[in-house]
């Protein structure tokens, strides 16, 4: 019965979500004020995330080649594959599900905080009365922003996680330079770096959308806000797992 | 002209309106009074289609708003302003902004046309020199009086208050309920405003709806309350000690 109820919550929770996002995918009422939205997420999702991104990819950087160094004991394993093994990790799980799952965190509860302040303060209401959309003015351009910014932190991710590896090596002595960038040149797939893009697109939707979600219908008062910001982290972490496990049996098997 | 057409609205096993029948007209300010949980703020969202009536009508002008598409409220929508009990002003814009928002999204003014309709909406409210400040920096009545602004920017034909004095002290609830008097009759307005505050009915109400356990149990003017031998109505109307000593000096 217990199990019953649960199916039947989980599935109305589902079918709202996608109720809601058939809202959100429509026509934008003003192209230049949309526009300018974009932008404004543009700003607060992906810019103000270059920091946190930035940090702690040179510092995952710099221990993963460390640990892989301090490990790789025997000596019939090449130096080189240090280098390689800190370009693939960066590259398929740490710039794509790893950042991911930082941005959930900061990305996720400010959008749900957001959405749901505005919600019991009844802006969401006041919108809806001037005759807009307010699913599809509020959530359309934070998913179009992340689209844009999830990509590039990965890739600035990658790049600075394998900058923070370079100079462990060159301060620690670890790895010599030289094998470190034979190892990063080593074996190159470049659809890997596709294959990272794609989930990093996958990520950026389900941050933006789930913590959107939650924020939209919170009800209540500053407590559930809260709420809605924990519930909108946990589930945005929970589905890119799950994703991050499809899309890697999809694309690389 | 805005009709109520017996509307039923219940949340679970609760009725909060029953079989509610009421005519709001043009250019009068029209009152809904009732206790808490008597069920007019349902009765409000009901009508502006925040809330969705089980049965019933309710008609715009002799437009069907309940069963129209979500392309044809939203156009419905674009007609109406809305005063908000917290003022649900928009914390991220300033003054300006919150009031240029429905003329960005609804007009193709110009810039300069948008920003004389701003002042002029301003000054109609008696508020100078605070366009560039945000909600946060303005009094409570300020926000009532931009929230107001904001409601009449696109010349509304209809013009809902939900409880638009509360938290406000008696002078300022005073110029809130003659300004909301005056922009009814200036622009013809169908002004239907909700509140528990007989000071307002009294200084604004031109038609008054008395809401007690969902259904409208009274209708009639300020005049009338005094002569209504209506108990549930007396109760409410006259609770404290110095009403009860005006109603019975009047009588």
Same mark, same amino acid.
């Given at each position: 019965? =217990?199990?019953?109820?649960?199916?039947?919550? =989980?599935?109305?929770?589902?079918?709202?979500? =996608?109720?809601?996002?058939?809202?959100?995918?429509?026509?934008p009422v003003g192209s230049r004020i949309f526009f300018k939205r974009?932008?404004q997420?543009?700003?607060?999702?992906?810019?103000?995330?270059?920091?946190?991104?930035? /940090?702690?990819?040179?510092?995952?950087?710099?221990? &993963?080649?460390?640990?892989?160094?301090?490990?790789?004991?025997?000596?019939?394993?090449?130096? #080189?594959?240090?280098? &390689?093994?800190?370009?693939?990790?960066?590259?398929?799980?740490?710039?794509?599900?790893?950042?991911?799952?930082?941005?959930?965190?900061?990305?996720?509860?400010?959008?749900?905080?957001?959405?749901?302040?505005m919600?019991?303060t009844e802006q969401i209401d006041a919108l809806e009365i001037m005759g807009v959309n307010s699913?599809n003015y509020l959530?359309?351009p934070? /998913?179009?922003?992340? %689209?844009?910014?999830?990509?590039?932190?990965? %890739?600035?991710?990658?790049? &600075?996680?394998?900058?923070?590896?370079?100079?462990?090596?060159?301060?620690?002595?670890?790895?010599?330079? #030289?094998?470190?960038?034979?190892?990063?040149?080593?074996?190159?797939?470049?659809? #890997?770096?596709?294959?990272? %893009?794609?989930?990093?697109?996958?990520?950026?939707?389900?941050?933006?959308?789930?913590?959107?979600?939650?924020?939209? #219908?919170?009800?209540?008062?500053? =407590?559930?806000?809260?709420?809605?910001?924990?519930?909108?982290?946990?589930?945005?972490? /929970?589905?890119?797992?799950?994703?991050?496990?499809? %899309?890697?049996?999809?694309? &690389?098997? | 002209?805005?009709?109520?057409?017996?509307?039923?609205?219940?949340? @679970?096993?609760?009725?909060?309106?029953?079989?509610?029948?009421?005519?709001?007209?043009?250019?009068?300010?029209?009152?809904?009074? $009732?206790?808490? @949980?008597? $069920?007019?703020?349902?009765?409000?969202?009901?009508?502006?289609?925040?809330?969705?009536?089980?049965? @019933?009508?309710?008609?715009?002008?002799?437009?069907?708003?309940?069963?129209?598409?979500?392309?044809?409220?939203r156009?419905?929508r674009q007609e109406i302003g809305m005063v908000f009990?917290?003022g649900a002003l928009f914390t991220s814009l300033t003054v300006e902004e919150n009031i240029v928002f429905p003329l960005n999204l609804f007009t193709t003014m110009?810039k300069?046309e948008k920003l004389n309709r701003v002042n002029f909406c301003l000054?109609?409210v008696?508020?100078?020199?605070a366009n560039g400040m945000y909600p946060?920096?303005?009094? $409570? $009545?300020?926000q009532?009086r931009v929230a107001i602004a904001r409601a009449i920017a696109l010349n509304p034909?209809?013009?809902?208050?939900?409880?638009?004095?509360?938290?406000?002290?008696?002078?300022?609830?005073?110029?809130?309920?003659?300004?909301?008097?005056?922009?009814?009759?200036?622009?013809?307005?169908?002004?239907?405003?909700?509140?528990?505050?007989?000071?307002?009915?009294?200084?604004?109400?031109?038609?008054?709806?008395?809401?007690?356990?969902?259904?409208?149990?009274?209708?009639? @003017?300020?005049?009338?309350?005094?002569?209504?031998?209506?108990?549930?109505?007396?109760?409410?109307?006259?609770?404290?000690?110095?009403?009860?000593?005006?109603?019975?000096?009047?009588?």
């Open positions: 019965m =217990l199990l019953l109820c649960t199916d039947m919550r =989980l599935l109305s929770t589902i079918g709202k979500y =996608l109720v809601l996002m058939s809202t959100v995918f429509t026509k974009v932008f997420e543009v700003e607060q999702i992906g810019m103000d995330s270059i920091w946190i991104v930035s /940090i702690v990819s040179v510092f995952m950087g710099g221990v &993963l080649t460390l640990q892989v160094a301090i490990n790789f004991t025997a000596p019939y394993i090449p130096q #080189y594959l240090i280098g &390689l093994s800190a370009r693939d990790t960066m590259i398929l799980e740490f710039s794509s599900t790893i950042i991911c799952l930082i941005l959930a965190g900061k990305v996720g509860s400010n959008i749900a905080s957001e959405i749901g302040t919600r019991i699913a959530i359309l934070k /998913i179009i922003a992340a %689209l844009i910014s999830f990509p590039i932190l990965s %890739l600035l991710s990658t790049i &600075l996680g394998i900058a923070g590896g370079y100079v462990i090596s060159a301060a620690t002595g670890v790895v010599t330079i #030289y094998d470190y960038v034979y190892g990063l040149n080593y074996m190159f797939v470049p659809f #890997y770096v596709t294959y990272s %893009l794609i989930k990093m697109c996958v990520f950026a939707v389900i941050i933006t959308s789930v913590s959107s979600f939650h924020g939209f #219908y919170t009800q209540g008062g500053a =407590l559930e806000v809260g709420k809605s910001s924990t519930k909108a982290v946990v589930y945005s972490i /929970i589905l890119i797992l799950l994703f991050n496990l499809i %899309l890697t049996q999809l694309l &690389l098997t | 002209m805005i009709e109520v057409r017996n509307v039923n609205k219940s949340f @679970g096993d609760q009725q909060v309106l029953k079989n509610i029948n009421a005519t709001f007209e043009a250019g009068k300010v029209s009152m809904i009074i $009732g206790r808490s @949980g008597s $069920g007019k703020t349902v009765l409000l969202k009901s009508i502006i289609g925040l809330h969705k009536p089980e049965t @019933g009508d309710i008609f715009f002008d002799d437009r069907e708003f309940i069963r129209a598409n979500i392309k044809f409220k156009e419905i009990q917290g110009s300069a000054e109609r008696n508020i100078q020199n946060s920096e303005i009094s $409570g $009545g300020m009532k034909k209809y013009l809902f208050c939900d409880e638009p004095n509360s938290g406000l002290d008696p002078q300022t609830a005073i110029l809130i309920d003659q300004l909301i008097g005056e922009i009814t009759k200036e622009y013809n307005i169908t002004t239907i405003v909700n509140t528990h505050d007989m000071n307002s009915v009294m200084e604004a109400g031109d038609s008054i709806n008395f809401i007690h356990e969902g259904q409208n149990w009274w209708q009639g @003017g300020r005049e009338d309350i005094f002569n209504s031998d209506n108990k549930e109505l007396n109760d409410f109307v006259f609770a404290s000690e110095l009403c009860k000593k005006i109603h019975k000096t009047t009588k």
